[in-house]
Every structure is written in structure tokens, then in C-alpha cells.
């Protein structure tokens, strides 16, 4: 089973900053992309941002300069750094893994986290 868990979503004020990060856990060997997703009320979940196991990254426009996605291949994690926060970006947040070698078999499928709520207000 592979499992993601996110954290540091919470409240911040317009123009600040936050880190969410996500672990993969299970008996993982790669995987292949690593990314944020998120869903604000009554609207459809987006991409945010992906990442390779190369690192080569993926960016939504609208946020675009301001947030920066980074993974740690060893600890199967990936962070997500938000700067310069707006309250068109408060969402839940969820981690997503595609393409997880595990237990000695690739499963080219999607794993997803439980979500971190980010809230931009003041």
C-alpha cells in the first residue's frame, strides 16, 4: 500500500508565505512524478504544480513565480513553497503520486493524499 500524507496547510494573510509538504510511505523504490492539486468550493480540482523524478517541473499560470515545487527522491516526498499568497489561491490541497515502483511491481496509476486545507484571509 502506499500512503501520502500532507501538513503545513493552515490560515495566512494575503502576501504571506506557506510549505506544505507530502511523504510517501510503503515499501517504495521510485516514483516517477510527484504534485499538488487543489479544489476550492464549487469549483473542480486544478493542477498546482508537478515534478519528475528528473525534476523537471510544471507550474499552473496562476501560480506561476510565486509558489515552487521541490522532492527529496530518497524520502519519497514532495514540498510545495507558496510565497506571496492571494485569496484566490485558499483551497484544499492534495498531494498526488503517479507511477510508484513498490514491492517490486510499477503500478502506473494515481495515489492521492487526504488534503491540507490553505486559507489566504485577514
Known amino acids: 500500500q502506499v500512503h501520502l500524507v500532507e501538513s503545513g496547510g493552515g490560515l495566512v494573510q494575503p502576501g504571506g508565505s506557506l510549505r506544505l509538504s507530502c511523504a510517501a510511505s510503503?515499501?517504495?523504490?521510485?516514483?516517477?512524478?510527484m504534485g499538488w492539486y487543489r479544489q476550492a468550493p464549487g469549483k473542480q480540482r486544478e493542477l498546482v504544480a508537478t515534478?519528475?523524478?528528473?525534476?523537471?517541473?510544471d507550474y499552473a499560470d496562476s501560480v506561476k513565480g510565486r509558489f515552487t515545487i521541490s522532492r527529496d527522491n530518497a524520502k519519497n516526498t514532495v514540498y510545495l513553497q507558496m510565497n506571496s499568497l492571494k485569496p484566490e489561491d485558499t483551497a484544499v490541497y492534495y498531494c498526488?503520486?503517479?507511477?510508484?515502483?513498490?514491492?517490486?511491481?510499477?503500478?502506473?496509476?494515481?495515489?492521492w493524499g487526504q488534503g491540507t486545507q490553505v486559507t489566504v484571509s485577514s
Open positions: 515534478i519528475s523524478s528528473r525534476r523537471i517541473t
Open positions: 498526488n503520486a503517479r507511477g510508484v515502483y513498490y514491492g517490486g511491481t510499477y503500478y502506473n496509476t494515481d495515489y
Open positions: 510503503g515499501s517504495i523504490s521510485s516514483i516517477t512524478a
